[in-house]
């Protein structure tokens, strides 16, 4: 860590590490007390707290790299955060969604391919086999787009741009 210097995007946990003796888990030594004090401070790296339940003493990430030194500057969790996880919520739902209704649909090919060769002017099992045919380029189209990283950006941002109905 670089002291004096504003470090962007550094850590609560690199904080903490540097401010407390001793970090196990989300607990620490607090170097406040006096006497023994095992492992009597809860750390919060997500909200970027810390609260010794012996001196009860606390604060924030900010004053602890104050402390230290350490021009501390939080990563953003902004708009764009929040946005990202949403679509990532949102894609993991879909990508579920539509697994299940791949594999419905390619069940009932199979079943309808079966039912064809003992009575091939079956239409119902002519109608399950175009269902599927139809829609297996599409799964594919969506597979391919999810399973890598400009994928998912393309899908990132028709979902911005159409809203949360995409892929329906």
């Given amino acids: 860590m670089s002291t004096g210097n504003v470090t962007a995007g550094i850590s609560n946990v690199n904080v903490f590490n540097s401010f407390f003796p001793r970090v196990s888990n989300r607990r620490a030594d607090c ?7 095992r492992l009597t401070v809860a750390l ?12 009860q ?4 990430v900010s004053e602890l790299a104050r402390a230290i030194g350490v ?7 902004g708009k764009a955060q929040q946005k990202k996880t949403e679509f990532r919520e949102f894609l993991l739902k879909k990508m579920a969604e539509l697994g299940n209704r791949e594999r419905k649909l390619a069940r009932s090919a199979e079943w309808a391919k079966a039912a064809l060769r ?9 109608e399950a086999l175009a269902r599927w045919e ?3 380029p599409w799964f594919e189209h969506f597979w391919l787009l999810a399973s890598c990283k400009s994928g998912r950006f393309e899908l990132y941002c028709q979902w ?3 809203g949360r109905d995409l892929w329906k």
């Fill in 118 to 126: 003992f009575y091939p002017d079956h239409e119902g099992a002519w």
């Fill in 160 to 162: 911005r741009g159409r």
């Fill in 44 to 55: 919060d790296p997500v909200k970027g707290v810390w609260f010794c339940h012996r001196c």
């Fill in 31 to 37: 170097p406040y007390c006096s006497g023994h004090s």
């Fill in 71 to 77: 021009a501390y500057k939080p990563r953003p969790s």
């Fill in 57 to 60: 003493k606390g604060g924030s």
């Fill in 134 to 136: 139809h829609a297996r």
